[in-house]
């Protein structure tokens, strides 16, 4: 049983250009979260989705930054005209049910890089 | 909003003996859930133990175990019989119960574990 997928694992882009992050949750998961952790800090909460909507997006940045989970394929994470201050490790999490005894499984992650 | 403390950046324990990582929490919800992820230096994010608040008794799972204080809002980890594979990042997060399900983690601790 496949566990959280994301790709690619690592990712360099120039300050500027795209990025896009993708996270294939378990099977059978319908809940997507995004989290981001900066050196030497922890996971900091982005955004929460199911499949085609966007349930909490307090932790998104309100330029740059969007998040989709469309019917079919994996969640996508874009961030727009990257800066040096994206560098950082972007996990996704998955879980069956949005009920909190369930926990969430993560991917290992996106380190990205800004040159 | 929720926050999660964890004042020990660093902890060391040697092989075989027991340690104790803190953890305290800040929230005014009476229903919520808890849990410790263990990060390894590969990055993965694993679930090593989750409490339920409702639950008086604390989580066990195997070698590791908590010390859940509601009222004191408290929430250790002890690991017992320290082996060299639990050196890694250990993070305690909090999830509320119902609403957005998601996770808020403390900075985290580095334990290592001396032969």
């Known amino acids: 049983n496949a566990g959280v997928m994301q790709n690619p694992r690592h990712l360099v882009r120039r300050r500027g250009q795209e990025a896009r992050l993708r996270c294939s949750p378990m099977?059978?998961?319908?809940?997507v979260y995004w989290y981001r952790q900066l050196p030497e800090e922890g996971l900091k909460f982005m955004v929460y989705?199911?499949?085609?909507?966007?349930?909490?997006e307090s932790g998104m940045p309100k330029e740059r930054f969007s998040a989709e989970f469309p019917k079919e394929g994996p969640s996508i994470l874009r961030i727009q005209q990257v800066v040096r201050g994206d560098s950082a490790a972007y996990f996704c999490?998955?879980?069956?049910?949005?009920?909190?005894?369930?926990?969430?499984?993560f991917g290992d992650g996106t380190r990205l890089s800004i040159l | 909003a929720q926050t999660v403390t964890q004042s020990q950046p660093e902890m060391s324990v040697q092989e075989a003996e027991t340690v104790t990582l803190s953890c305290t929490y800040d929230?005014?919800?009476?229903?919520?859930?808890l849990f410790w992820y263990k990060q390894p230096p590969s990055r993965q994010m694993i679930l090593v133990i989750r409490?339920?608040?409702?639950?008086?008794q604390n989580a066990t799972e195997n070698r590791f175990s908590v010390n859940f204080q509601k009222a004191a809002k408290s929430f250790s980890l002890k690991i017992s019989d320290s082996q060299l594979g639990d050196a890694a990042m250990y993070f305690c997060?909090?999830?509320?119960?119902?609403?957005?399900?998601?996770?808020?983690f403390g900075k985290g601790t580095k334990l290592t574990v001396n032969p």
């Open positions: 989705l199911q499949k085609e909507n966007i349930i909490d």
């Open positions: 099977k059978g998961h319908s809940h």
């Open positions: 929230t005014s919800e009476s229903d919520y859930y």
């Open positions: 999490a998955s879980s069956p049910q949005g009920f909190g005894n369930q926990p969430q499984h």
């Open positions: 409490q339920e608040a409702y639950k008086q």
């Open positions: 997060a909090y999830r509320s119960r119902g609403g957005s399900e998601k996770l808020v």
